[in-house]
């Protein structure tokens, strides 16, 4: 890994402070701890992520989770552990829908995914994308403003999804193989922003070199999977064009591992939620928090 990859975005206070969880309270039962709420992370904290230079980050795109670790005795999952995930996904929508999308996100259930989510692509190479001849021929002009979602469950109003995921398989011997995939902003808001992939890495820059959106896997790997995007930049542009951002964000507080279908579960906290930026910048929105037995 390069100076420049290891020296551009470090979060080392988000993860002491926001990003750890370690509310396992084994003095309570099981099902005590998953009905527990007071304990969750705070959603807010997951869609906005501040580095160790007070530079504001938004998560497009990313996935959280919080596992209790296994007792060194047992291997992992072989007895029941307990974990936290959310999964953030965010969606473009013109200014005048806004008020209508807000007020009918708030009413649904998120869980199933069956939003729309992201186009994902692999017969081309990553620096291929989003513009070239090679991308045009295998895409094509699709559809960037959607209503369909998953399920054949159609939208009200037409939404961007923000992110687009690259997918490849490797090699390193005749032994070991495996894939990589990459989160990358979508097309549509790199060709808006004008934003170049400088170093082909996942990383896209403006036009004066200023990193603006880039995917925390490429930095450390212990930390969330997340596709993250500078908060003023993207602010300012979509006050300037009419637009406005919305995230969904889908959870679970519950037991894993163990038998597959142990006779002891006792069920799992789901939580749904749908946020946006307010008029002063802060992220404000509802969440739904159920227990399912």
């Given at each position: 890994?390069?100076?420049?990859?290891?020296?551009?975005?470090?979060?080392?206070?988000?993860?002491i402070?926001?990003?750890?969880?370690?509310?396992?309270?084994?003095?309570?039962s099981?099902?005590?701890?998953?009905?527990?709420?007071?304990?969750?992370?705070?959603?807010?904290?997951?869609?906005?992520i501040?580095?160790?230079?007070?530079?504001?980050?938004l998560?497009?795109?990313?996935?959280?989770?919080?596992?209790?670790?296994?007792?060194?005795?047992?291997k992992?999952?072989?007895?029941?552990?307990?974990?936290?995930?959310?999964?953030?996904?965010?969606?473009?929508?013109?200014?005048?829908?806004?008020?209508?999308?807000?007020?009918?996100?708030?009413?649904?259930?998120?869980?199933?995914?069956?939003?729309?989510?992201?186009?994902?692509?692999?017969?081309?190479?990553?620096g291929?994308?989003?513009?070239?001849?090679?991308?045009?021929?295998?895409?094509?002009?699709?559809?960037?403003?959607?209503?369909?979602?998953?399920?054949?469950?159609?939208?009200?109003?037409?939404?961007?999804?923000?992110?687009?995921?690259?997918?490849?398989?490797?090699?390193?011997?005749?032994?070991?193989s495996?894939?990589?995939?990459?989160?990358?902003?979508?097309?549509?808001?790199?060709?808006?922003?004008?934003?170049?992939?400088?170093?082909?890495?996942?990383?896209?820059?403006?036009?004066?070199?200023?990193?603006?959106?880039?995917?925390?896997?490429?930095?450390?790997?212990?930390?969330?999977?997340?596709?993250?995007?500078?908060?003023?930049?993207?602010?300012?542009?979509?006050?300037?064009?009419?637009?406005?951002?919305?995230?969904?964000?889908?959870?679970?507080?519950?037991?894993?591992?163990?038998?597959?279908?142990?006779?002891?579960?006792?069920?799992?906290?789901?939580?749904?939620?749908?946020?946006?930026?307010?008029?002063?910048?802060?992220?404000?929105?509802?969440?739904?928090?159920?227990?399912?037995?």
């Amino acid at each position: 890994m390069t100076n420049h990859i290891q020296q551009s975005v470090a979060f080392s206070d988000w993860k002491i402070n926001y990003g750890y969880y370690d509310a396992w309270e084994k003095e309570k039962s099981d099902i005590n701890w998953i009905k527990t709420i007071k304990d969750l992370p705070k959603h807010e904290n997951i869609i906005q992520i501040t580095d160790d230079k007070k530079n504001e980050w938004l998560t497009l795109e990313g996935f959280v989770k919080w596992e209790e670790k296994t007792p060194p005795e047992h291997k992992k999952y072989d007895i029941p552990v307990r974990e936290v995930w959310y999964m953030i996904k965010s969606y473009i929508v013109r200014k005048e829908d806004a008020k209508k999308f807000f007020i009918w996100a708030k009413k649904q259930n998120f869980h199933g995914r069956w939003m729309p989510e992201s186009n994902s692509f692999y017969e081309i190479f990553l620096g291929e994308y989003p513009n070239s001849l090679a991308f045009e021929d295998l895409r094509g002009n699709y559809n960037i403003w959607v209503k369909p979602g998953r399920g054949n469950y159609e939208l009200q109003i037409p939404v961007i999804v923000t992110d687009d995921s690259y997918l490849n398989g490797f090699t390193l011997d005749c032994s070991h193989s495996g894939s990589v995939s990459v989160k990358l902003p979508c097309k549509w808001l790199v060709n808006k922003m004008n934003l170049q992939h400088k170093y082909l890495d996942g990383r896209f820059f403006d036009k004066n070199g200023n990193l603006i959106t880039f995917v925390t896997s490429i930095f450390e790997e212990n930390f969330p999977s997340a596709l993250l995007i500078d908060k003023q930049v993207l602010i300012d542009f979509l006050d300037k064009n009419g637009y406005a951002v919305f995230w969904t964000l889908l959870g679970e507080k519950q037991l894993i591992g163990g038998s597959h279908y142990r006779e002891d579960f006792v069920g799992r906290l789901e939580i749904s939620g749908v946020y946006t930026l307010n008029r002063k910048g802060k992220i404000a929105g509802k969440n739904h928090i159920k227990f399912n037995e």
